[in-house]
């Protein structure tokens, strides 16, 4: 099971377990009620019977003026009372007395036996709200199955013609020698086995995989290679500090990728970009078009340009909350863009 469908599961089944929990405390509480309820009626009737044969241990007995009190009533005062008629008598009644001490006792019997029969209850809630859970997610990871396998008979596919192109690069570049476009569909073709990598990680439930890993060389390494890719735009390296933290190179890489990608993209005619390594963090500048909503950019499908179809921003903040980077984006629309992350949250070496 992945962890999205453990995490889906434990939701759902806390969410229904939840729900029921609260409707099985109400329940009780409401039959405890009733229970003390009839336990009152039961004790009151005792008396009842004991006012005729006054041979009850369990009661004490006393006499009170007849015009001082009501008959029949049961009267809760440091245990419970009731005033009964004695036959022949003009002037008295007959008080009988539960004392508090084995109220407290007899209720607290009631009590236990509620709460073994709640306990009890809870268990098979608890075994129904899984058995339900798991039936209730069924149709969802059936799919997820399927789409999983949709995409492995696809990446197996990719194969062939990725194998195809590598093999013909290497003959052209054999044949021709070192060649700017050569070049350029080299490192795309590599970016291409790179993401096909990562998503074989994925489909096989493969923990990502840190190690301690230079950002400021692979940043450097990644905007030589979308240098070669947009050869009108000016980019420009700074390093003003080290940066070397313990976290995944394949995703940051992704995340780097994706950022320069659109800080070129989305540049003005012979624009610039600025990558600057300084106190933990990197920042990527650029001189384009600019973002206008900020906080949008971030969601799926949204887009401000005709080009693209609105995941870049997306994914690169879902790898960012993966990785523990914190994200920021500064831009003005027509000025540019400048994109901070911040590296702080995360340890130097393995602990």
């Given amino acids: 099971m992945k962890r999205y ?22 329940l009780f509480a409401e039959l405890y009620r009733a229970e003390r309820k009839e336990y009152k009626e039961n004790l009151h ?30 009267y809760e005062d440091n245990g419970y009372y009731s005033y009964f008629e004695i036959p022949k008598s003009q002037k008295y009644l007959m008080k009988i007395s539960y004392p508090a001490a084995a109220v407290q006792e007899d209720l607290s019997k009631i009590r236990r036996i509620l709460m073994i029969k709640f306990l009890f209850a809870t268990l098979l809630l608890l075994l129904i709200a899984f058995l339900f859970t798991l039936y209730s997610l069924k149709p969802i990871r059936t799919a997820l199955r399927i789409n999983d396998e949709f995409i ?17 690069l290497k003959m052209f570049q054999q044949e021709k020698g070192e060649d700017p476009f050569i070049k350029r569909v080299t490192h795309s073709v590599d970016t291409m086995l790179l993401l096909q990598n990562n998503l074989k990680s994925f489909l096989h439930h493969s923990p990502s995989q840190n190690s301690e890993v230079d950002i400021a060389a692979l940043a450097k390494k990644r905007l ?43 540049n003005r005619p012979h624009g610039s970009v600025r990558l600057t390594i300084t106190n933990g963090s990197l920042s990527i500048t650029d001189t ?58 995360i340890e130097r070496s393995q602990a």
């Fill in 45 to 74: 009737k005792n008396m009842q019977l004991c006012s005729y044969m006054m041979n009850c241990k369990q009661f004490t007995f006393d006499f009170s003026p007849k015009d001082a009190h009501k008959r029949n009533i049961l």
């Fill in 288 to 345: 384009g078009k600019g973002i206008e909503d900020t906080q949008k950019a971030m969601q799926r499908y949204y887009k401000e340009q005709e080009r693209g179809i609105g995941l870049g921003l997306h994914i690169v903040q879902k790898l960012a909350n993966e990785l523990n980077i914190a994200l920021t984006i500064h831009s003005r629309s027509g000025k540019g863009t400048e994109v901070t992350l911040d590296f702080a949250a």
């Fill in 224 to 266: 030589e290679f979308i240098e070669n890719l947009y050869p009108k735009i000016r980019f420009v390296y700074e390093k003003k500090s080290d940066l070397t933290k313990w976290t995944n190179e394949e995703l940051l890489t992704r995340i780097l990728d994706n950022l320069l990608s659109n800080a070129a993209k989305y």
């Fill in 152 to 168: 492995k008979d696809i990446l197996h596919d990719f194969n062939t013609p990725i194998t195809s192109m590598v093999l013909n």
């Fill in 5 to 26: 469908e453990k995490e889906s599961l434990f939701k759902n089944f806390l969410v229904f377990f939840s729900l029921m929990e609260i409707l099985l405390v109400l």
